[in-house]
């Protein structure tokens, strides 16, 4: 049986290095792996590729554009042609980014089933573009792996069938178990960039609603810049929001701020297990911190990842530099009810399951 899965964003490569090592495990599957380019750096992309043993790309399709049309527009075109080219039996995607939807309109157009991993995810905003693309990956999958309880009823509030409905847990908590050990060993990053374990804020800021406009990046400065005066503030600096912040003429400053590149994910998940608080505006940061027991204040008006605030484990952190800098202050040392939404730590076995016995 052959798969042809689609990457382009940093989380896919993580997600899919789970799946992909299960899948490489079993003879009767035979996988082909595209990567869009939509993330292009070393240290948005050849890192993963490297520290989590994925096989390189058998297509790199190269698309690096700025507007969401022009980029979707070109991967359709490619990957058009490389699924003509493999003719695959299922086309697997990950998540909501472009390359997801691209993906997933590409193949249906084709006939080529579609099996979509973090399927039901919703934050009811269509503002978001990753929204819009959940929305028509799930509609047009046939094979449809979600996460959690609520991501199976989005989708049968939806009308999907439930035949097509699996849930099978996270494939991050998969990882955050299979890498969590491999970080400890390896990673020197507390050291490297003097952190006191336990006493740290970690950062993390991408998405567009907090990016594109300088008044709310602003906000999000101001905000850092008042919690680092008491505390180390440690921000892996995504390329949005580097080249956001230029391009506004804003400054991300402060006291106690240790500003870095993009990290491997080995010295992600040392920063955020060691960490006293998260602050974030990442889906899968955010799920991190609860798999690793860390306090967590979401950057955002919502989340997706509703479990977590239910559960007390997560926060949003509202409008203005003053609510986040108390829910900051509010969330640290706290902790939330212990629960499992995210299955048993098994969803790349199931998902392999469900593939195999697809055909
Ligand atoms: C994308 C996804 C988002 C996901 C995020 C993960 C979409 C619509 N968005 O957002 O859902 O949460 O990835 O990180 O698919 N850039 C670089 N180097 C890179 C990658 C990006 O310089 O390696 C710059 C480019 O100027 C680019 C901008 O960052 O235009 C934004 O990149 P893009 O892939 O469009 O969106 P992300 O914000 O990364
Ligand atoms: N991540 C990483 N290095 C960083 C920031 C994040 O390895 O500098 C990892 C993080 O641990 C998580 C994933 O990237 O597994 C989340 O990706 P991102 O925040 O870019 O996207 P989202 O999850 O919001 O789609």
């Not at 400065?221 to 580097?242: F, G, M, N, Y």
């Not at 230029?246 to 060691?274: A, H, I, S």
């Not at 952190?317 to 986040?324: K, N, T």
């Amino acid at each position: 049986m052959k798969v042809l899965t689609v990457v382009g964003a940093r989380p896919q490569f993580i997600k899919a290095a789970t799946v992909s090592r299960v899948l490489r495990e079993h003879d009767e599957i035979d996988e082909c792996l595209v990567h869009t380019g939509q993330h292009y750096d070393a240290n948005m992309s050849d890192v993963f590729f490297s520290e989590l043993e994925i096989p390189h790309p058998k297509y790199n399709l190269g698309v690096i554009a700025q507007r969401h049309g022009e980029m979707t527009g070109l991967m359709l075109t490619r990957l058009e042609q490389v699924l003509i080219d493999e003719n695959p039996d299922v086309c697997l995607i990950y998540g909501d980014t472009n390359s997801t939807a691209a993906a997933a309109l590409a193949s249906a157009k084709l006939r080529i089933p579609v099996a979509h991993v973090e399927a039901g995810l919703r934050s009811f905003n269509r503002a978001m573009p990753e929204e819009i693309n959940r929305v028509v990956a799930d509609h047009l999958s046939d094979i449809l792996f979600a996460p959690t309880a609520n991501s199976v009823s989005h989708l049968l509030r939806e009308g999907i069938p439930n035949s097509k409905i699996f849930q099978v847990g996270d494939v991050m908590y998969d990882a955050s178990i299979y890498y969590g050990l491999k970080s400890q060993q390896r990673s020197r990053v507390i050291k490297n960039l003097g952190c006191n374990c336990g006493e740290y804020v970690l950062v993390t800021i991408h998405r567009q609603e907090n990016t594109n406009d300088a008044d709310r990046l602003g906000v999000l400065c101001d905000a850092i810049e008042a919690i680092s005066r008491d505390r180390q503030v440690v921000l892996p600096l995504h390329p949005r929001t580097k080249k956001q912040l230029e391009q506004f003429g804003l400054d991300l400053t402060g006291k106690r701020l240790v500003l870095t590149e993009p990290v491997g994910y080995l010295d992600m998940v040392q920063l955020e297990r060691n960490a006293a608080i998260i602050l974030t505006d990442s889906g899968g940061v955010q799920k991190e911190a609860y798999f690793y027991r860390v306090p967590c204040v979401t950057l955002r008006a919502e989340t997706e990842w509703i479990e977590l605030v239910e559960t007390g484990w997560n926060r949003l952190g509202g409008d203005s530099a003053i609510e986040i800098i108390e829910a900051t202050e509010e969330a640290i040392g706290s902790t939330g009810k212990d629960a499992q939404p995210y299955g048993s730590g098994r969803a790349a076995e199931e998902i392999y399951s469900v593939l195999k016995n697809s055909k």
